[in-house]
C-alpha cells in the first residue's frame, strides 16, 4: 500500500498538493498480468424467458453484449481519465442468464508496466449497459449492480483474490 512521508495511506493518483496526476509507471517492470471483475444486470421474468428463449425484439443480447464488452477493455483509457494506455494480449467476457439476472465476467491478460483491474471494470460495466440497452424495450427497471474485481494477478502487489 503507497504510504505518505509519515507512513500514513495515500491514493497513487493524487500528488502532494492534491492535484490528479497520471503515476508514472516507466520505471516498473514489465510482467504478465491479469485481472477478473463481475457484475449482474437484474432484469425481469419476462427478459430471462426471452433471454433462454426466442429472444429480445433488439436481437442476440448476449453476444452484442460480449463484444460491447470487449470493445470496452479495449477503450478504458479513453473514458478513464489517468489510466495507461496498456497493450491488451486478451479479453474474455462471458455472460450466464440466471433466474433473475444476467450475470457478467471479464477476464483481461497483459504482459505491461501496471495491472488490468479497470480494463476488466469497464468490460463488465460496459457489457452490462448494453444488456440494458437491449432488453429495455421489454424491462425498463433492469440495474446493473454488484460491479467489482474479483481477482488480479502480476506485479508488484502480487496475486489478490477477493475473499
Known amino acids: ?11 497513487t493518483h493524487v500528488d502532494a498538493a492534491g492535484a490528479a496526476r497520471m ?13 477478473s471483475a463481475s457484475g449482474r444486470v437484474l432484469v425481469s421474468p419476462q427478459v430471462v424467458a426471452l433471454l433462454r428463449g426466442a429472444g429480445v425484439p433488439k436481437g442476440d443480447t448476449l453476444a452484442v453484449a460480449r463484444l460491447a464488452g470487449i470493445m470496452g477493455a479495449k477503450q478504458t ?8 494506455p496498456l497493450s491488451i494480449s486478451g479479453v474474455t467476457v462471458d455472460l450466464e ?4 439476472a444476467v450475470a457478467i465476467l471479464a477476464t483481461v491478460r497483459t504482459a505491461d508496466r501496471t495491472g488490468v483491474e479497470m480494463e ?3 468490460a463488465v460495466a460496459v457489457a452490462g449497459l448494453t444488456v440494458v440497452d437491449m432488453v429495455k424495450a421489454v424491462d425498463k427497471g433492469a440495474v446493473i449492480t454488484d460491479v467489482r474485481v474479483e481477482t488480479k494477478t502480476g506485479g508488484k502487489s502480487g496475486d489478490w483474490i477477493r475473499s
Do not use: Y
Request: with cysteine.
Open 1 to 11: 500500500m503507497p504510504t505518505d512521508r509519515t507512513g500514513h495511506p495515500r491514493l
Open 23 to 35: 503515476v508514472d509507471v516507466s520505471a516498473k517492470e514489465i510482467t504478465t498480468r491479469t485481472a
Open 77 to 84: 483509457p479513453a473514458l478513464i481519465p489517468l489510466c495507461h
Open 97 to 100: 442468464v440466471t433466474d433473475d
Open 120 to 122: 476488466a471494470l469497464t
